[in-house]
């Protein structure tokens, strides 16, 4: 079965940086797109960015383009979630998963989530 571990995720000021990281076991990650979803309270699971199998191709939410990057480390079969200029609505739990099928920034395509990592903004 495939395992998938977050973390990096803690209390940060507005206009802060952290770097998420998403630690894969049971599978390469570089055999499936690998997402990034986020649920703040109340809402919905949303999409923030997924990385595709070649490493080549990135996606990313309009609400987090130019202040968030996606990447992988195939050695450490890990992905990493760099985000930067952070506000207050990027508060959430977020989560890594593995695309089974379907569309990248669908959560319903996904599957294996991992626990989740807690991102607080203050402002």
């Known amino acids: 079965q495939v395992q998938l571990v977050e973390s990096g995720g803690r209390l940060v000021q507005a206009g802060g940086s952290l770097t998420l990281s998403c630690a894969v076991s049971?599978?390469?990650?570089?055999?499936?797109?690998m997402g990034w979803f986020r649920q703040a309270p109340g809402k919905d699971r949303e999409f923030v960015s997924a990385?595709?199998?070649?490493?080549?191709?990135?996606y990313y939410a309009d609400s987090v383009k130019g202040r968030f990057t996606i990447s992988r480390d195939n050695i450490k079969n890990t992905v990493y979630l760099q985000v930067n200029s952070l506000k207050p609505e990027d508060t959430g739990v977020y989560y890594c998963?593995?695309?089974?099928?379907?569309?990248?920034?669908?959560?319903?395509?996904?599957?294996?989530w991992g626990q989740g990592t807690q991102v607080t903004v203050s402002s």
């Open positions: 998963s593995r695309r089974i099928r379907g569309d990248y920034y669908l959560a319903a395509s996904y599957a294996d």
């Open positions: 990385i595709d199998p070649s490493g080549s191709v990135t």
């Open positions: 049971g599978r390469p990650v570089n055999m499936n797109t």
